[in-house]
């Protein structure tokens, strides 16, 4: 491969990759190649919303990573997938389309992240979106990447979470993804016309035909070329031969939270004495590499259902068939959905400056999703959006075909622990409301032997998980600042020849599920590339 063939190398096929990759190249003098350690994969598992489970389950499509012991939180070994595919983390994740609140953005601002206000990447969501709500105000209209809304009205259960959660004393929200974020809402998602909508369908696919885009899967990079002050290219491992493409402008690295750190270590950028202890040799010592790691933690409970009113005999014969076969003549019905579809933001401090919590109904006990249980029931989960607890990532060796090590720190903050806590009890009191009288049976979790803070503190350590949102470990922010791995301009602090877009880069994980803010990092990458203003 002639590297000065290309004028970018990026690294990663995934969220931000494939926006960047879709961008760049409409300058038809602009050559990119791309890198995808996975496969070019778009079945039917990618495309109907409903296969999320089945992704999820399978985990054909996913890294394999898997947490060191959480101290804090039981020990539990916590599972991470991330997407192996052409597409990453927006091929196979759960679809919930969510900004993120201004505060949030306004934040990173004030971090250091000079142009990035809410105010000033707004237009970059709008830019994204194409909503299939008539008359929406608030999201884009043209996009790419097709958003719409969930149904409340599906399901009984659904319904009666939205009237329970107004029972309780909290509003309705029509767009959460507007000035307000607080209230019940129904929840959107990137899909359009019945088929998930990710970053392959709305920005790579169309772009495949140019000639100025190459796209190579099953293509790991090993390690980054460091030269002189400078990133000049990348390593290829290809069927244990070696492989080196140097690019006339950028490297620009979209690996993924975990993944882009790795290679930076491998490379020798990033904490010298831990370079150091693993046998490589400093080349570029950043300390911030690795740090700053954090995502949304998640607790839930679960009930059974008096009446015969959940999803489970649509995750069975005859009805799973039926529900696939309508999918595929008409791109209706329940294959269509990610049965997300209702939620509540919530304060569990009432001095916070913005929700902390996001609390989803499913239709459905997830055990029986996977086999594991057959049991009519829902579940009602609380993501904690303000977590304050850091974990880290780093290497576990030299060798790159080792996946990396990391720990989240779950609960290490006892804030974390409280608003827990209190958000247990809030979702506790929604069930507990009206609405749910006729449906409502037994707590099977955590039950209601759980009843004081001891125990439910307890009860919090033994089973908080993990959202797919993990974010931080190549912070962005003011170049001087100890932990700053980029700039603002995305540009690594101290080596030039190398860009980081990927949510690694946020320095603070949003008030949101995370697939909108990295697809709006890609196109602030490519904005920032191409001297856009």
Known sequence: MNGSDYDYVIVGGGTAGCVLASRLTEDPAVRVLVLEAGPHYRGLAVRVPAGVVGLYQQGKYHWPYRSEPEVHAAGQELPYKMGRILGGSSAINGMIWARGNRADYDGWEAEGCTGWSYDEIEPLFRRIERSEQAGDAILGSSGPIAVSRGDAYTSPLNAAFMQAAEEAGYNFNPNYNGPVQDGVCVLQRNTGRGERCDVYSGYLKPALGRPNLTVRCDTTVNRLIVAQGKVTGVSLGTDGAQETVLPRREVILCAGTLASPQLLMLSGIGPADELAAKGIRPVHALPGVGRNLHTHPIIRLSY??????????????????????????????????????????????????????????????????????????????????????????????????????????????????????????????????????????????????????????????????????????????????????????????????????????????????????????????????MAKR
């Open 304 to 529: 059974t259902c008096t009446q015969p009113v959940s999803l489970l005999p649509w995750t069975q014969p005859p009805r799973k068939w039926l529900a696939g076969l309508r999918w595929l003549l008409a791109r209706k019905g329940a294959a269509t959905s990610n049965h997300m579809d209702t939620g509540l933001f919530v304060r569990t401090n009432p001095g916070l400056d913005r929700p902390d919590g996001i609390i989803t109904l499913v239709p459905l006990v997830l055990g029986c999703a996977y086999g594991d249980s057959d049991i009519h029931g829902f579940e009602i989960y609380m993501e904690l959006l303000g977590a304050r607890s850091r974990g880290a990532v780093t290497l576990r060796s030299d060798d790159p075909t080792d996946l990396p090590s990391f720990r989240f720190n779950f609960l290490e903050d006892t804030r974390d622990t409280d608003a827990f806590r209190t958000g247990a009890k809030i979702m506790r009191s929604v069930v507990a409301q009206p609405a749910f009288d006729a449906l409502r049976g037994k707590e099977l979790a955590p039950g209601p032997d759980v009843a004081s803070d001891e125990d439910l503190d307890t009860w919090i350590r033994k089973t908080a998980n993990v959202s797919h949102h993990l974010v931080g470990t190549c912070r962005m922010g003011k170049p001087d600042a100890p932990e700053t791995v980029v700039a603002p301009d995305l540009k690594l602090v101290g080596l030039e020849g190398l860009r980081i877009a990927d949510a690694s880069v946020m320095p603070i994980v949003p008030s949101a599920n995370t697939h909108a803010a990295a697809i709006m990092i890609g196109e602030k990458a490519s904005d920032l590339i």
